[in-house]
């Protein structure tokens, strides 16, 4: 069964830092990964969307990594702002759906 | 102006009775899809359909109901079955199953 992590389930670092934020997921024999943005109360925003052929995929500030001989994806911020503050999703498509990480809650410090 | 809505934004229901979540998009998608998101776990499927007259259980599709009579539109009824209902209810639409998937704003459903 494909299970997703997201880790760590929060974090909080000073505006202007680049960051890193972790997804794993157990099964490689995936379709593509997605990472979301979720603001508090609200649905959710596609940022990124990686093919299993891909390894990486740049929008602006945000660049996604695909690994999947490692289970692993990384979504890398460039000079966050307290704009960026929300929670963080990936989801791995496979199987006619999505399975879903928890989600990290990020916080950018002005 | 395209996009999804869902409404209402907050909705509060009595032990017993049945109630219907609205999820409208004018994005020509074919594939939509409905999720239950409760704190601290990933979104979880419910519903989802790919062509309209026809929708597919999800993960955790008891005591929830659905109906894609038309393209833009795929009700959520939430009904008496469903022991613990409390959730953030989100829609979504794709162009295809593989696509990336837009989300509505969500409701908010509390029992009471």
């Known amino acids: 069964k494909q299970e997703v992590t997201q880790i760590p389930a929060a974090l909080s670092v000073p505006e202007g830092e680049n960051l890193v934020l972790n997804c794993s997921f157990t099964?490689?024999?995936?379709?593509?990964l997605q990472w979301f943005r979720q603001d508090p109360g609200k649905g959710l925003t596609s940022l990124l969307l990686?093919?299993?052929s891909q390894r990486e995929q740049t929008s602006g500030r945000l660049n996604a990594s695909l690994d999947k001989s490692s289970g692993r994806s990384t979504l890398y911020i460039a000079a966050s702002q307290p704009g960026d503050s929300a929670t963080y999703l990936c989801?791995?498509?496979?199987?006619?759906?999505?399975?879903w990480g928890a989600g990290t809650k990020l916080i950018i410090k002005p | 102006d395209g996009g999804i809505t869902q409404s209402p934004k907050y909705l509060f229901r009595k032990e017993g009775q049945n109630v219907t979540l609205s999820c409208e998009q004018n994005l020509n998608h074919d594939a939509m899809y409905w999720y239950r998101q409760d704190p601290g776990q990933g979104l979880r499927l419910i519903y989802y359909?790919?062509?309209?007259?026809?929708?597919q259980k999800g993960d955790i599709a008891e005591g929830y109901s659905v109906s894609r009579e038309k393209k833009e539109s795929f009700p959520l009824t939430v009904t008496s079955a469903q022991k613990n209902p409390t959730a953030f209810y989100l829609c979504?639409?794709?162009?295809?199953?593989?696509?990336?998937?837009?989300f509505g704003p969500g409701t908010r459903l509390t029992v009471l």
């Open positions: 989801a791995v498509f496979r199987n006619y759906q999505l399975i």
């Open positions: 359909s790919q062509i309209v007259n026809d929708f």
């Open positions: 099964d490689s024999a995936i379709y593509n």
């Open positions: 990686i093919q299993s």
């Open positions: 979504a639409s794709s162009i295809g199953p593989t696509d990336t998937q837009y």
